[in-house]
Structure formats: structure tokens, C-alpha cells
């Protein structure tokens, strides 16, 4: 059930099709510099001729006070702040550049240890360990402590009787 809930939330977050780069207009792998100079332009450095602060502009365009009643409009604003508050966190950046929005969905709800530990268990080297271990231990799961095996399953009526028979035979301890 979870594993369908983390797929409906990876489609969720790719809707668009667009990459949070590719909403920002930058080249993948941009440099923080380059997503600093993309969504906010310093008052002492000139204005570059082409291009001109793409996600600001872009989030100029899409402001719901420039467009009131502009449903779509909105949700792209929100979409290009989202994106820029992504790329601006290094450790945030890391995890969409290598697991992409699925990876920040979560990051955001199980944290970075949640996020390494989804990947490897999800990985086919993961997977192909345990059933290794299914195959060599027989079992269901590797830890099921011989139950099915007959090893340590709890003794019969008769042993446990001799075994309680015994315990209140032996003489006490001075």
C-alpha cells in the first residue's frame, strides 16, 4: 500500500513533465551561484542582456496580484518557488539531482535517512540479497528463528513435563 501511495505521489509531483531545472530555465546540474543568479538579481551587479533573472521574471509573470483570478497562473508560481527553494538547499539539490521528485517527497516526510533507506531497499542488489536468504535459510524470512524448520519450536507436553519434573526433583541450594 505504500509503495502505490509513494508512485501516486512521484506522478503527483511530476504532473508537468518538467524538471524543477527545466522550471527554473536552467541546465541540469546548475551551480547554486547560477540558480542565485536565476531567481534574484543583485542591485550592484548589471542586468545580463538576454535572459534577464528567468525564475524571478517567471515569477513576476505568473504573481497572483499581476494575475488575480488566474487559477493556473498561481499554481505556476507556486510551482517556480518551489523549485527554486529545492535547487537553493545543497542537501535538498543532492537528493533531486539523484532520485528526483520522488526523492524530495521523501526527504519531506521520512527525512534522509528515510530516503536512503526507501532507495537501498528498493534496489535490485537489496532484493536479490534477500531472496538469496530466503533460498538458503528455507524460509519466509531470514530471522524466523527455525519455527518452520522444527529447531526451536517449543517442546512437547511430554519433554516439558520431564523437563518441569526435574526442576522440582533437584535438591535446593544452601
Known amino acids: 500500500i505504500m509503495a502505490h501511495h509513494l508512485d501516486e505521489a512521484a506522478r503527483q509531483l511530476s504532473k508537468s513533465g518538467k524538471t524543477l531545472y527545466a522550471l527554473l530555465e536552467l ?28 525564475g524571478r521574471r517567471l515569477a513576476l509573470k505568473y ?32 537528493i533531486y539531482d ?24 528498493t534496489s535490485c542488489w537489496f532484493k536479490t540479497l534477500v531472496f538469496l536468504c530466503f533460498l538458503l535459510t528455507c524460509c519466509c524470512c531470514c530471522c524466523c528463528c527455525c519455527f518452520c524448520c522444527g529447531r526451536l519450536s517449543p517442546p512437547s507436553e511430554e519433554v516439558a513435563r520431564r523437563y518441569q519434573q526435574n526442576v522440582q526433583s533437584q535438591p535446593p541450594k544452601a
Do not use: W
Request: with cysteine.
Open 27 to 54: 541546465k541540469k546540474g546548475a551551480s547554486p551561484e547560477d540558480i542565485k543568479k536565476a531567481y534574484s538579481h543583485s542591485p550592484s551587479t548589471p542586468h545580463p542582456p538576454f535572459g534577464y533573472c528567468l
Open 63 to 94: 504573481h497572483p496580484d499581476k494575475n488575480p483570478g488566474d487559477a493556473q497562473a498561481a499554481e505556476i508560481f507556486k510551482e517556480i518557488n518551489t523549485a527554486h527553494s529545492i535547487l537553493s538547499d545543497p542537501k535538498m539539490k543532492k
Open 98 to 121: 539523484r532520485h528526483g521528485s520522488l526523492g524530495i517527497y521523501i526527504y519531506e516526510h521520512f527525512g534522509e535517512d528515510g530516503v536512503r533507506y526507501y532507495f537501498l531497499m
